[in-house]
């Protein structure tokens, strides 16, 4: 294809789904923005002068010709596709040739541009090419000022006076305060999917902001909501279909956009970090964020009985899809997209998510606290108190019915030293020491068995439970309890969730499942009934036992209802809590 910035067939432009694409001070942002990281910028700064209706967004990326700014601004003009094939293969953000356009009719737009050397031709034209411009254009994006310009390599887009020609399009716009919101919300957004370039941000003459690149969206995140760390989060990458996924290191890189499919999943760890609203679940594809509420409900699904009541959580998936694949026709402002394959999609990120929630052993020492560990230590260390860890004795009795082995046990990493307080096991594991509240492990491992497995067993004796309303004796009915009436306000249950039968508080669990909720709800009411309380004196083979199950569940981190189950010491914190460093003659005053 000849490159250069050309205008698009009438044919053409009637496909696209065309419309006002700059309503506001933030609209302008995110499409000068966007043409800066179609220029593989990796440097941009923005700035905005909100009570003059002026920005200004300059980047170190390809920049423009003398010749392609000529045409930069006039309608329709793009140089990033020519007919209507390319509408099915679009790897740009924009594709249009709208916004310059666009921006000379609502403001006076000023453009300075200097191509980088590789992207000069070798033609007679490369010396002039080379050289850096300035165009200030007319009201229909044609120059009226061109003057050579001593510049970096990179593009100066300066929009003044924007909407100055639509007084009622101004007062319309809510406050300064608000759209600045608005702006800082865009570069965000644009940020968590491009994080590989560093933002500078300016009101003014002033530094706003500033964002530092990293190698994935995991060093951009805790960078954009404060009250989150590096470690609170773990991320995944994987080609789309790829049913073993590698656990990413710091060093892996997102595959190429359009080479295949690829999957990269960002998550907060559900005992680490939770919102209050669902604020915080987002998708991006191809480098933007879209609405894509099928797939939002799919994480909200993925991460449910993880997370303490009404809390949301922080997860950011980014899907890399072959252009073919998306229709972004469906919206002017491309927030809306037709995706092919959605269910295929929604699969995959439920399967990704199940299996980043799990335990694994690659991030452990990475991800459990290690940094929080570091607040623990100094607290000892400035007096508070660190008990010592006694062995619990063993107890008579078998408990191993209690605790029933896995069929299928797994090589447990964790080994199992000692009770503390009759609350706590105290483990082994290769990477350090941890703390697991038995009630809360036993807890998540009933949870899942009893969704695996919602069992109603006939009862030996038949109980009689008085007094229930019809709307209780509905609820028993809805989770699969046989109960009928049985004389004047009485009712005989026939059945009871296996777990249950054998215990002799059968009918307060049993009027407690009455009291409502969905099945989910009835299966953490009953594991948490069932759970081994705090208190209880455990066998060393129960313990042992436990911390088996409790590793190979789906969501190991918290139990049911959100709270964490584990407390990570890593090594690495106790050697340097014990000053394994120091050398020997050192702390021998030597
Ligand atoms: P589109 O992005 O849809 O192509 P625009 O009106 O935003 O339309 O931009 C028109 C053309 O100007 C782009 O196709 C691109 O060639 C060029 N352009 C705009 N901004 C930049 C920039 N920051 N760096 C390099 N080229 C740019
Ligand atoms: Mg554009």
Known sequence: MKSGIYPLSTEVIHLIAAGEVIDSLAAAVRELVENSLDADATRITVSIWA????????????????????????????????????????????????????????????IASRPSWQSSSNDADSVQESEGWQITYDTQGLPIEIEPMAIASGTIV????????????????????????????TIHQIALCHPQVTWQVQQGDRDWFTLFPGKTTRQILPQLLREVEVSD??????????????????????????????????????????????????????????????????ILAAFRRTLP???????????????????????????????????????????????????????????????????????????????????????????????????????????????????????????????????????????????????????????????????????????????????DQSWVARSAPALLAARSDCAEALIELSFGGDLQTAQVATACRSAIRNGTVLTHSAMQTLLTQWQQTRNPRTCPHGRPICLTLEESSLSRFFRRHWMIGKSHGI
């Not at 406050?175 to 919101?181: F, T």
């Not at 996924?245 to 997102?254: A, C, D, V």
């Open 233 to 298: 989060l773990q991320e995944m990458e994987q080609e789309a279909g790829e049913q073993n996924s590698k656990l990413k290191t710091q060093n892996s890189k997102l595959k190429t956009p359009h080479s295949a499919s690829s999957l990269y999943l960002l998550l907060g760890l559900p005992d680490r970090c939770h919102r209050r609203r669902p604020d915080w679940v987002r998708v991006a594809v191809n480098g933007r964020l879209v609405n894509l509420p099928e797939i939002e409900q799919t």
């Open 158 to 185: 300066t929009v003044n006076h924007l909407f100055a020609n639509l007084p009622t399009r101004r007062q319309g716009l809510p406050s300064v305060a608000h759209q600045l919101k608005a702006v800082q919300a």
């Open 309 to 487: 009541r009404d809390r949301y959580p922080v997860c950011f998936v980014h899907l890399q899809v072959p252009p073919a694949q998306i229709d972004w026709n469906r919206h002017p402002a491309k927030s809306e997209i037709y995706l092919h394959h959605l269910d295929d999609w929604r699969d995959q990120i439920a399967a990704a998510i199940d299996r980043t929630l799990r335990l694994n052993p690659n991030t452990l020492p990475e991800t459990l606290y290690s940094d929080r560990i570091g607040h623990l230590l100094k607290t000892a260390e400035t007096g508070g108190t660190w008990n010592t860890l006694q062995p619990s004795k063993e107890i008579e009795g078998d408990q191993d019915e209690f605790l029933a082995p896995s069929p299928q046990p797994l090589a447990s990493t964790l080994k199992a030293l000692a009770q503390v307080h009759n609350t706590y096991i105290l483990a082994e594991h290769p990477t350090g020491v941890w703390l697991i509240e038995q009630h809360i492990a036993h807890e998540r491992v009933l949870y899942e068995e009893l969704c695996d497995r919602w069992q109603i067993v006939p009862l030996e004796t038949p109980i009689i439970l008085q007094l229930l309303t019809i709307a209780q004796v509905e609820q028993l009915q809805r989770i699969e309890i046989d109960v009928e009436p049985f004389g």
């Open 51 to 110: 009570e003059q209706w002026r920005l200004r967004v300059s980047d170190n990326g390809t920049g423009m010709s003398c010749q392609n700014l000529q045409q930069a601004a006039s309608p329709h003009s793009t140089s990033k596709i020519r007919d209507r094939q390319d509408l099915c293969n679009i790897t740009s953000l924009g594709f249009r040739g709208e916004a310059l356009h666009s921006l000379a009719q609502l403001a006076q737009l000023q």
